[in-house]
């Protein structure tokens, strides 16, 4: 009985213990996730990391200023009764540019309530829109010169001393015609605006443009900013390439925090075609480019400092949309052509 009194003490100081273990795990369990990782910027070991640095100069680019400057004919363009060759050359670069704004922007479109929504444009900065635009805005000054891609060059060179990666946000808000829509508050997390490469490393941005990181009224009409991400960061005693061409031929932004009206949705993602599995060469249909320019609108020549909006009704962005998305990142990368 003695014995029998021994065994039933010890299973019931083995289960206090138990509960005890048992209770210790789930406060743990219950208790905060581990921070995300922070990783320092670094530079990577190789020439071409920083793609801003000597940039590739794009052929579009040099055969348009060419084009600006010689017999179009020469060149094999196909202006045969236009007769300008500098109008062609306008008209094409803005063409140029308007494909590379549509090409860098990936589109994220949020229901706000019935009838409003709130979309948000992330634009990759990539070298080859900086040079359709430096052209842009040569030609519309008539400033081409014989050392025109030495100054591309020079100009891209001054924003590779960043070291970024960077990124132009744009938030706008479509009411749908409603004269008198609700007041609805959108606030972006920006450290939660994450940078996600092939090798999951999950990326901060490293500078921001503060409005982004402010409530947004959807009544104040649109927001735009520019964000940094770092073009390397140390990883396991090494510096690792954040957008390594060889392996990443998407680029991949997760807002794992927007917040609207207090209420939390999460992991939006955008995803902007970066490097092609298989180079094609790149050659250039100038029969495509060419159009007619007898009905061409010249205002559009010229730099915009004010995103356009979606025309209400439309199921996606028009190529008239476009066209004055690449008027408003010309204006954000050259400061209105001032």
Known sequence: MFRGLQQQSKWVYLSRWSLIFLTMAGLFACGPAPAEQSYPPCEPNSSTANIYI????????????????????TLGIPVTGQGDPWLWARYTAFQFLTSEAKRWTSTKTIPLDNASTATIRITFIHP??????????????????????QQVNDAIGKVSLRSELLFLINVSFDNNGQNTPPTHVLDINIASLKLINTDNLSITPLHDDHNLDEPILSTQGSVFGFVGYP?????????????????????VIVMKALTIDSSVQKNLT?????????????EINLNELNGSLQNFDSALLSPSFVPPVRQAGLGGDDESFWREYARFMWGCLTAGGR
């Open 54 to 73: 000597n940039p590739t100069p794009h052929p579009l680019v040099s055969l348009v200023h060419q084009s600006a400057s010689t017999d179009g004919a």
């Open 128 to 149: 080859d829109m900086m040079q359709a635009v430096f052209l842009n805005e040569k030609l519309r000054r008539s400033a081409l010169s014989s050392d025109f891609q």
């Open 231 to 251: 073009i390397g960061i140390q990883v396991n005693s090494g510096c690792a390439w954040v957008l390594n061409p060889q392996f990443n031929t998407n680029i």
């Open 270 to 282: 955008w995803t902007i075609p970066y490097m092609p599995m298989l180079d094609t060469g790149g």
